[in-house]
């Protein structure tokens, strides 16, 4: 038997097989359930922004006469007359939608009036359905103004026992005042809500222009309005989604920043974005301050009461700065979130993604229609009535022979037929008379009927000048617009302001020379310069940092808050920071653990620190390694950064970077060893190389000892050698004879055991200010001045007291004008 045969043997047995292909089934089902899903189910119509769940909550309180002007009713009772007349689907999701069309930050013209718990802005549920009671809100009764005068379709309800309205009459564009979204299948919408009096506006408009620009429109309707208030950032996703359906924004809470008494600051949110859950975003925030991302964070509370239902309170600790904190808020939290706009909504049944244009012409339609199905329905029982008041006004003018005719006659029907014939009427007239009370009689009711006639055949007029011209229809559109605006406008709540920007953080701080310590264990802070006091040669000096036992100050520096710091590491490769990002702390503070700040490897610690703002191609840095190696590098290259370094140069195994310093073209460079030994050399003695490179011979040390540092041998400029047991002196550099690289150099001051071992250089003019740190970390501040100046070949004088067991570690300079 073939499959035919088997097919027709299946269908006509009337055993209720049917035999089909799979896949062309799946493909038929798939795309019927995909229809209904979209047609029936989760996007609005174009017409009256309305999704079916919604126009039947609505048309069912209309029905059932739940209306402003009424009592509430029991929600429980407009969700059971919504599922058993119109919409055969789940209570829950018929009460959900009736909640969100009574809660006025969802909604930003509500349209139910609910009266109990409808949920809140935190998220929190409404109470169930049976405790809670709802009508209709007076802005609903104007969609559903004029549905009794045959101004929309009708079709049957699921079961066929009653109709229900195919659209709303929609009398203001509420697709664009209430916004909507879904997801359907294989597509969503999202439309803003706007402001009702903007809508109206833009309506009007382009009722008076049908060719009005997006541009135009933009004068009148700038952008969304949300019932949540809040900040649009910049206008051009708005004007995309007004050109083309699709279009990204950036919305922003609304804040204000108040200082207390005691001078600390608190950011006030008062609005938040659009459908953000606020107690979600509390928690959010309590999050971030707890696991540190947020240290600039005291404390945060919930602020809302009867009168600010909203506000969440941010204290601040007292060195933070209120925009910086905000701009991480933004990045990190809900309090800034992005809202893809899609006007994708219901054209004559098939989706469709609408410009704001193509919106306001498909509602704009609608009202023409209404209008003029309302016209007619008017002007058809405006004919009617005044055709029985003709009859009536007949009866009365012959009133006498009307009654003879009447008593004359045995029957209704004979009677009517010989009024009929005798006065030429018709039979709605003869019912009319006979039906007619005897106090129409008087002299005051005919008057009556004779006004309420002229004034019928006024209203025929008009409603025949309607019918036959369309401009006319257009005016009665803007003016009825125009009246629904005066009833139930509101002002804006959201703000529109510029391009959201991440603020610049380096524009909020304050541009201050700060001083930059970074220990042997690796701890690293700033703490302005103006935390040291000044002293006199031979001080003592005062407690500079709290170090764990065995740590000692390596590295200490001055630099702007705005420049780069490039660490070089003793491995040979270079981070980039700005000084601001070094975390800054007391005097007495340890500091922050520079692991944190950079991604070094174990073994690894910074060897030198360049203070930069630019990076010239025609300046270089010169590096210099414990073991005399030096190169030359172009500054510019740089100026780049990547999260796990760059290479700055390449090593001997058993060597390590010991200094790196800002050079220039012609400029001398000077080295010294710790044996107390100095070399200069012009710096043309090396050419420039690349990043990734060993360098050259720069200084030969003997075994044993090692070179302490490389600097620049500026004109007029002294060279400073300090001692472990703090004795140093300044010599010119100009009576440094001029070398070769390569050389073991000469001798820069007299070695004794007393003095021991050279420990610090610097090249300084007379006018710097110097900072000598020890190995115990005690900091002492000074004039290079106080330092005498003397020969090559002398031994110094003491610069600091040491104490026994402690030895200098470290010098920096602090220029006056740098």
């Known amino acids: 038997m073939s499959d035919n045969d088997i097919l027709n043997e299946a269908d006509s047995g009337g055993t209720g097989v049917r035999l089909a292909e799979l896949g062309s089934e799946m493909r038929t089902s798939f795309l019927e359930y995909s229809m209904s899903v979209i047609v029936s189910r989760a996007l609005p119509d174009v017409r009256d922004g309305l999704k079916p769940v919604h126009r039947r909550i609505l048309y069912a309180m209309h029905d059932s006469g739940i209306l402003p002007t009424r009592p509430h009713a029991k929600s429980a009772r407009t969700v059971g007359d919504v599922i058993g007349k119109y919409h055969p689907h789940g209570d829950s999701a018929v009460y959900d939608t009736m909640v969100r069309l009574a809660q006025d930050f969802s909604m930003r013209v509500p349209l139910v009036d609910g009266h109990g718990n409808f949920g809140s802005i935190d998220g929190d549920s409404a109470a169930a359905m049976r405790y809670t009671e709802a009508r209709l809100a007076k802005p609903a009764m104007e969609l559903l103004r004029d549905l009794d005068k045959e101004t929309v379709d009708w079709q049957p309800n699921y079961d066929e026992s009653l109709q229900e309205p195919v659209v709303l009459p929609a009398r203001f564009p509420n697709l664009l005042v209430n916004g909507s979204n879904g997801i359907a299948v294989g597509m969503a919408t999202n439309i803003p809500p706007h402001n009702l009096g903007e809508a109206i ?5 382009m009722l008076d222009n049908p060719d009005v620009t997006v541009d135009e429109l933009m004068q009148v309707i700038p952008g969304p309005d949300f019932p949540t208030g809040g900040l649009i950032m910049g206008r051009k996703g708005i004007k995309d989604a007004y050109e083309t359906g699709r279009g990204s924004l950036t919305v922003r809470s609304r804040h204000k920043i108040i200082e207390s008494k005691t001078g600390k600051k608190s950011i006030v949110i008062t609005e938040i974005p659009y459908q953000v859950n606020r107690t979600n975003l509390m928690k959010k925030i309590g999050e971030l301050v707890r696991d540190k991302k947020l240290p600039e964070i005291s404390n945060v509370h919930d602020g ?8 969440i309170i ?15 808020l933004y990045k990190h939290t809900q309090l800034q979130v992005g809202f893809g706009v899609i006007n994708l909504a219901l054209v004559d049944g098939v989706p469709r993604t609408l410009s704001l244009r193509e919106m306001l012409r498909h509602y704009i339609l609608h009202q023409e229609d209404v209008i003029v199905r309302r016209t007619r329905f008017d002007l058809r029982k405006a004919e009617e009535r005044a055709h029985i008041l003709e009859g009536l006004l007949i009866a009365l003018d012959n009133i006498d022979e009307v009654i003879k005719i009447i008593r004359g006659s045995q029957t209704d029907r004979e009677a009517s037929e010989r009024l009929q014939e005798r006065f030429n009427l018709s039979e709605a007239q003869t019912a009319a008379i006979l039906e007619m009370r005897l106090r129409r009689l008087t002299g005051l009711e005919r008057h009556k009927l004779e006004d309420e006639l002229a004034e019928l055949k006024e209203k025929i007029a008009y409603y025949k000048r309607i019918l036959s011209d369309e ?5 009665v559109i803007k003016e009825e617009l125009l009246e629904i605006k005066g009833r139930f406008n509101t002002p804006r709540r959201t703000t529109l302001c510029g391009e959201a920007e991440d603020i610049d953080v380096e524009d909020l701080i304050a541009d201050e020379e700060v001083a ?10 700033r ?12 001080g003592k000096g005062m407690q500079g940092v709290n170090l764990k036992e065995n740590d000692f100050v390596e590295h200490l520096f001055v630099a702007s808050t705005h420049s780069y710091m490039l660490f070089f590491s003793t491995a040979g490769k270079v981070y980039r920071l700005k000084v ?23 073994g690894e610690s910074i060897a030198a620190v360049i203070a930069t703002k630019d990076f010239p191609e025609d ?16 500054m510019n290259l740089y100026d780049r950064t990547r999260r796990d370094g760059l290479i700055a140069i390449n090593l001997k195994e058993d060597d390590q970077l010991i200094a790196v310093r800002r050079v220039k073209s012609g400029e001398d460079v000077i080295m010294v060893s710790s044996a107390g030994k100095a070399i200069k050399w012009n710096e043309g003695e090396v050419r420039s190389m690349g990043r990734d490179t060993m360098g050259v011979r720069g200084m030969t040390v003997p075994a044993n000892t090692k070179v302490l540092g490389l600097e620049i041998a500026r004109p007029d400029t002294d060279l400073l050698v300090i001692t472990e047991n703090g004795y140093g002196k300044r010599t010119p550099v100009s009576e440094y004879p001029s070398h070769h690289r390569g050389g073991q150099g000469v001798f820069t001051i007299v070695m004794t055991a007393k003095k021991g071992n050279l420990s610090a250089m610097k090249v300084v003019a007379e006018s710097d200010e110097l900072m000598i740190i020890s190995e115990s970390g005690i900091i002492i501040r000074t004039k290079a001045a106080d330092v005498s100046e003397l020969g090559r070949a002398t031994q110094g004088v003491r610069v600091m007291n040491v104490a026994n067991k402690d030895k200098v570690t470290a010098v920096a300079i602090s220029t006056e004008d740098d």
């Open 201 to 205: 506006d833009a309506t009007c408009l």
């Open 304 to 311: 809302a009461d009867r009168n600010s239902p909203v506000d």
């Open 314 to 328: 941010i204290d601040l600790k007292s060195n933070a700065i209120p925009q910086v904190v905000l701009n991480k």
């Open 471 to 475: 401009s006319l229809v257009r005016e």
């Open 516 to 525: 930059v310590t970074v220990t042997k264990a690796g701890y690293v802070k």
């Open 527 to 538: 703490i302005p310069v103006s935390a040291y006091r000044q002293q006199k040669r031979g």
């Open 580 to 602: 601001y990002e070094i975390p800054e702390a007391s005097r007495h503070a340890r500091g922050t653990a520079i692991v944190n700040l950079l991604p070094l490897v174990k």
């Open 619 to 634: 300046e270089y840095l010169m590096f210099g390694t414990e073991q005399g190696m030096v190169k030359k590098t172009s």
